[in-house]
């Protein structure tokens, strides 16, 4: 499903028009990406938590050369699933 899907499918389950639909959806992306951004966490309890990770820095391999390569570390974005939402896939 991608957005337009989702905008067209909660458009229609909750009874409204496609561009209110569209803009509470993107109003919601946005609003998760900048609070995560900021280093919160986003928790939304039945479905799942959207936070911030770390990644360490470590060093890999070029896959084409073999050359030893050092990577940086990073902040990363994990989704943990609420147990609702690992129940509804797992039925």
């Not at 990577?71 to 147990?83: D, E, H, P, Q, S």
């Amino acid at each position: 499903m991608n957005k337009q899907e989702l905008i067209d499918a909660v458009a229609s389950e909750a009874g409204v028009s496609k561009s209110a639909a569209a803009e509470t959806i993107d109003a919601m992306l946005g609003v998760v990406s900048k609070t995560v951004a900021a280093g919160d966490s986003v928790q939304l309890i039945g479905f799942g938590t959207f936070a911030t990770g770390a990644r360490a820095a470590r060093s890999g391999r070029n896959p084409q050369t073999g050359e030893t390569i050092d990577i940086a570390a990073a902040t990363t974005v994990k989704f943990t699933a609420g147990k609702a939402f690992k129940d509804a896939v797992n039925q």
